[in-house]
C-alpha cells in the first residue's frame, strides 16, 4: 500500500532534515518562558519585559545557533520579523501557529485548549518564506469529550490547511496533569509513559494529515532508580521505574507514533536531554527539535550582550553539537515505517519515486 504525500509536501520535509534525513532541529518560538527568564534576570515582572528585549534575544540565538541546524523553529511575533535576516540560507524554516498559553477548560478548569495567534494562518507562514507550520497542542487522553474534540477539529483545521498549500505540518504534543497536583510528582512521572503513547497513536491517525509529530520524552528520568538521586538537579525523588524500563516505553512509543518523529526538549538541562535522545534514537526517533536544553544557560547572562552571545558560540554551540552527534543514530525519515515500510512512495498525482535502503 503505497503512501501518498504531494511533491510540495515532499520537498519541504527533504528541507527541514540534514542531508541523510535525520532533523537536527532548532527551536527558538518560546515565549512565556522565554518572557519569564528574562525577567528572572533582568529582576522583575515578566509583563514588564518589552516586545524589543524579547526579538532582540530570540535574534541573537538565531544568528549563532542556527547555523549548527538542519531547520530553525521561530514563532510570527517575536522571532521571524527580527531574525529573518540571520536565519542562514541553507536552514529551512518553521513557523509556529499557536498563541503563547492556552485557555482553561473543563469542569475543574484544569483541562487546557490550544489557541491559535489571532490573525495568522498556514497561507501567510508560506507567504513568509515556511517550509513547515509547527502546531503545539496541549492534549490529555482522559480529558472531557468537550476538550478532546475541541483539539482533535483544531488540528484536523491545521492539517487541511497545510495540505491545500503542500506544506509539511509538524504537531507538538504537550501533555499535563489532571488528577496529579503537578509535572514533577511521582504521580504523573507513572503516567507519563501511557500518556505520551496514547496522544502519539490518536495524531497519528490519517485524517489529521500530520507529517512530523514533536513528542515529549515517554518517562522522567529523574524519576528513574539511576537518576533520581540529586544526579540532574538538587531534589532527591522516590524512584518509578527503572531505566531499561524507560527503554522500553521508548519502544512502545515508536510503535504508538506511525509517523516520524522528533524529541523535545521541555527545558530539561542539557545532560538529561542527551540521555533522552539517546534512548528516543535507539527507539526509532528520527531526530530532535530542541530550543532551551540547548540555550537557556544563555538568558542568565542578559541582558550584558556580549556575555550572552560568548556562552551561545562557546557552551550553546558545543551543546548543539553533542546532540547532532547524538542524533546520528537516529532513524532517516525516509526510512520510517511509514515510508520505507512500502514498496513506494506514490506523489500524489503522479508516477511513484522510488527509494532504496541505505
Known amino acids: 500500500m503505497a503512501v501518498e504525500i504531494s511533491a510540495g509536501k515532499l520537498r519541504n520535509l527533504a528541507c527541514l532534515a540534514d542531508t541523510n534525513g535525520r532533523f537536527k532541529m532548532l527551536a527558538v518560538d518560546q515565549r512565556g518562558s522565554l518572557q519569564r527568564a528574562l525577567a528572572r534576570s533582568l529582576g522583575k515582572d515578566p509583563q514588564a519585559v518589552a516586545y524589543e528585549e524579547l526579538a532582540q534575544t530570540k535574534a541573537t540565538i538565531t544568528r549563532v545557533l542556527a547555523p549548527h541546524a538542519s ?6 511575533i517575536f522571532g521571524y520579523p527580527e531574525s529573518v535576516r540571520d536565519i542562514p540560507r541553507e536552514v529551512a524554516l518553521l513557523l509556529a501557529y499557536e498563541a503563547t498559553g ?3 477548560a473543563g469542569l475543574t478548569g484544569r483541562e487546557r485548549r490550544t489557541r491559535l495567534i489571532d490573525g495568522w494562518s498556514v497561507d501567510k507562514a508560506c507567504r513568509a518564506g515556511a517550509n513547515a507550520v509547527k502546531l503545539l497542542l496541549f492534549y490529555h487522553p482522559d480529558a472531557s469529550d468537550e476538550t478532546r474534540a475541541y483539539q482533535q477539529d483544531l488540528v484536523r483545521r491545521v492539517g487541511e490547511e497545510c495540505v491545500a498549500l503542500d506544506r509539511p505540518f509538524l504537531l507538538e504534543l504537550v501533555t499535563y496533569p489532571l488528577a496529579e497536583t503537578g509535572n514533577d510528582t511521582p504521580e504523573f512521572a507513572r503516567h507519563k509513559p ?6 502519539a497513536a490518536e495524531f497519528s491517525k490519517p485524517e489529521y494529515q500530520v507529517d512530523i509529530l514533536k513528542l ?3 518517562g522522567d528520568l529523574k524519576y528513574t532508580h539511576e537518576y533520581c538521586h540529586k544526579v540532574f538537579d538538587d531534589r532527591e525523588r522516590a524512584p518509578q521505574y527503572t531505566l531499561e524500563q524507560v527503554a522500553g516505553y521508548c519502544q512502545r512509543l515508536d510503535e504508538a507514533a506511525q509517523l516520524p518523529w522528533v524529541l523535545l526538549s521541555a527545558g530539561v538541562g542539557i545532560r538529561e536531554f542527551l540521555l533522552q535522545l539517546e534512548l528516543a534514537a535507539e527507539a526509532g526517533a528520527s531526530g530532535f527539535l530542541c530550543g532551551r536544553a540547548i540555550w537557556q544557560d544563555a538568558i542568565r547572562h542578559y541582558p550584558d550582550q556580549a556575555a550572552m552571545e560568548r556562552f551561545l558560540a562557546e557552551e550553546g554551540a558545543w551543546n548543539f553539537l553533542r546532540c547532532n552527534a547524538a542524533a546520528e543514530r537516529a532513524l532517516p525519515w525516509q526510512l520510517h515505517k511509514r515510508f520505507c515500510g512500502h514498496a513506494n512512495m ?13
Open 346 to 358: 506514490a506523489l500524489a498525482g503522479r508516477s511513484p519515486l522510488w527509494y532504496r535502503d541505505y
Open 216 to 218: 515529549e520524552f515517554p
Open 102 to 104: 492556552y485557555d482553561k
Open 71 to 76: 531547520a530553525l523553529l521561530t514563532d510570527p
Open 194 to 199: 501511557d500518556l505520551v503513547q496514547r496522544s
